[in-house]
């Protein structure tokens, strides 16, 4: 082959594999949201678990989401935290996910994203709240399966809903 298609050649596998990772990171948040999402069969805390890096973060950002969520570190503390509001626990009767305004960059073994997500609650107190809030997201492929790296959100608004 000549020099040409060569470099052809390595900037295609190069564009394809960056797809590649925006797809699998975009498959990874869809899933972490289902696994949050309430009314759903039991969520394991394993299930959640696999979702992260050995050194993962979870962390609130902003005054209220800062003191309502703090900052957990580590894959087993990250799941037992995000597992703690979803069923068995009665927290939520309702807890809906939607995500929007993606933005997600790949570069080699890491990425970054960021979206703006909205959330319906219902709580078991009978409570209704609509979220608005900003994602932003570090993901890393290790052994070859992305994983969420550090996971940070910041509410912009909230209000309650009347039933």
């Known amino acids: 082959m000549n020099e040409a298609l060569l470099q052809r050649l ?7 594999a960056k797809l590649e990772g925006e797809s699998a990171v975009r498959r990874l948040l869809a899933r ?27 962390e609130g ?19 037992a935290f995000v597992g703690g509001y979803l069923p068995p626990s009665d927290h939520f009767k309702l807890n809906l996910h939607f995500l929007t305004s993606e933005s997600i960059v790949v570069d080699g073994s890491e990425a970054q994203g960021q979206w703006i997500m909205q959330q319906i609650s219902t709580y078991a107190d009978g409570r ?5 809030t900003r ?9 070859g399966t992305w994983l969420i790296a550090h996971f940070r959100t910041q509410r912009l608004f909230n209000t309650e809903l009347n039933a």
């Open 61 to 79: 950002l902003g005054t209220q989401t800062a003191q309502t969520f703090g900052q957990h570190q580590g894959r087993a503390a990250v799941a």
């Open 135 to 143: 994602l932003n997201i570090d993901f890393r492929c290790v052994d």
């Open 10 to 16: 390595a900037t295609l596998e190069g564009d394809l």
């Open 32 to 58: 972490y949201m289902d696994l949050c999402d309430v009314p759903r069969a039991v969520t394991h805390v394993s299930d959640l678990a696999r979702l992260f890096t050995e050194d993962a973060i979870w």
């Open 128 to 132: 209704h709240e609509l979220f608005g």
